[in-house]
Structures are given as C-alpha cells and as structure tokens.
C-alpha cells in the first residue's frame, strides 16, 4: 500500500470512528490498544488513572460475564432435570401391575434419567428372602431386614432423611451384581411404605463417578422418590 492509499484509508477510517464511535468504545481489545498507546505517549512516569479505572473495570466485566454464563448453565441444567424428573414421574404412573411396574423401572428409568442402572430393593421380614420375588424382575433385589440402613451408612456421601447422593469405589455384590457397566456413583432414593412395613430403596447408578455427588441438590429426586414410593405401595398393599 503506498502513502497516498494508506492516507485515504486512514481517513476513511477516521470518518467511520467520528460517525459510529461504539465501533471502538465496545470493542475491549480495541480499547485497550488504544489505552496501551496513550500510556506510551504519556511516559513511565505519568499514571493515568482513567486506564487503571478501565483494568479494573475490565476485570469486573469479565467476572460478572462468567457469573452470568455460570448463572445460565445452572438454570438450564435445572430445567432440564426438572424435565427429566417430569418424564420419569408420568412414567412411574402408567403400569398397570407390579410386574409391569418393575420392567418399567428397569427399561425406562435408566434412559429417562440417563442413568446406567436402577434397582427396587426391598427388605423382607422372612429370615430367607422370598425367592419368587427376584424371580419378578432382575430389578427387584429382595435384602434382609436392617440392610438399607447398613448400605447408606457404609460409606460416606449426602445422606438425608429421602436422598443419598455418593461416590461408589466398591460396588456391592448383592446391590449390582446385574449391573451392564461398572458404577462410579449412586443416588440412593429411599422408600417408606407405612408403619409397622420394612423399607424400600431405589437405587439409580452412574458410571461417571461425578454424576451424583453430595455437593449436588437433592430437591427433585427427593419429589421423584415420594412419587415412586406411593406407586410401590400400591403393589405392596
């Protein structure tokens, strides 16, 4: 590009900045391009406060925008649990026997709420579990009574009153011994059926060990597991 052509871009550029001047004032790099020249001009040993003000409002900027994505993220994962768990609680409603029940439980559950296993445990007053129950579904784990209180305090996690949400780094036998794939964390929902009955407790498995943690909230599979409680109960009664 010769003088005279770089002359007229220059003024060309100069009436489009003169015209439209949030060309560059909303544009951060070019802003601080123009900072960074003005503090060269100005020598080392002037400070210009306007430029310190501009940092740091940048700064600012920067983190408020990681927020507001952070704040988008959180609300879109919500709402799309909230579907999940939605799916999952029309689906709880619609068989019509406890066999159909337990399939849905074991064919359904996993994909609505991408999962990679679930299981119904429950606990059993007989000193020998009633084989013909296991022999409903593969879902249905038949335990001894005092076997869900023993399996949520065996290991640490988020345990509630509803919902345990853990890492799992030894997989009980007896808990996933049907499971497709290794599990690497668990919410265990647990299960009330009315006094003087033993409990329940669905377990929902993930192989990424950070799907269920206890840092996460519990609200919504504590909804899930009272819904699925009460459809169980009607089996049971």
């Known amino acids: 590009m010769d003088l005279q052509t770089a002359a007229?871009?220059?003024?060309?550029?100069?009436?489009?900045?003169?015209?439209?001047?949030?060309?560059?004032?909303?544009?951060p790099p070019v802003m601080r391009?123009?900072?960074s020249a003005n503090d060269q001009l100005r020598g080392e040993n002037i400070v210009d406060l306007r430029s310190v003000a501009m940092r740091r409002l940048e700064t600012q900027l920067d983190r408020l925008e990681a927020t507001h994505r952070s704040v988008i993220a959180a609300a879109y994962d919500n709402?799309?649990?909230?579907?999940?768990?939605?799916?999952?609680?029309?689906k709880v409603m619609e068989p019509n026997d406890f066999g159909s029940f337990l399939e849905m439980t074991e064919r359904d559950m996993p994909d609505i709420l991408?999962?990679?296993?679930?299981?119904?445990?429950?606990?059993?007053?007989?000193?020998?579990?009633d084989p013909t129950l296991a022999q409903l579904s593969s879902v249905l784990i038949p335990a001894p009574t005092g076997?869900?209180?023993?399996?949520?305090s065996s290991r640490a996690g988020k345990i509630g009153t509803k919902v345990?949400?853990?890492?799992?780094?030894?997989?009980?036998?007896?808990?996933?011994?049907?499971?497709?794939?290794?599990?690497?964390?668990?919410?265990?929902?647990r299960l009330e059926f009315g006094a003087e009955t033993v409990p329940g407790l669905l377990i929902l498995g993930a192989n990424d060990?950070?799907?269920?943690?206890?840092?996460?909230?519990?609200?919504?599979?504590?909804?899930?597991?009272?819904?699925?409680?009460?459809?169980?109960?009607?089996?049971?009664?």
């Open 209 to 237: 060990p950070n799907q269920f943690s206890p840092a996460q909230g519990t609200d919504l599979l504590t909804f899930f597991g009272t819904v699925y409680e009460r459809a169980v109960r009607r089996w049971l009664a």
């Open 8 to 27: 007229q871009a220059e003024e060309i550029l100069r009436d489009i900045i003169i015209k439209n001047p949030r060309i560059v004032l909303d544009d």
């Open 147 to 152: 076997f869900i209180d023993k399996y949520l």
């Open 114 to 129: 991408k999962i990679d296993f679930a299981s119904l445990i429950l606990e059993t007053t007989q000193q020998e579990p």
């Open 164 to 189: 345990t949400l853990r890492a799992v780094t030894s997989p009980s036998a007896l808990v996933y011994d049907s499971a497709p794939c290794s599990i690497g964390s668990e919410a265990c929902l």
């Open 79 to 90: 709402l799309a649990g909230t579907q999940q768990i939605n799916r999952a609680i029309l």
């Open 33 to 35: 391009a123009l900072v």
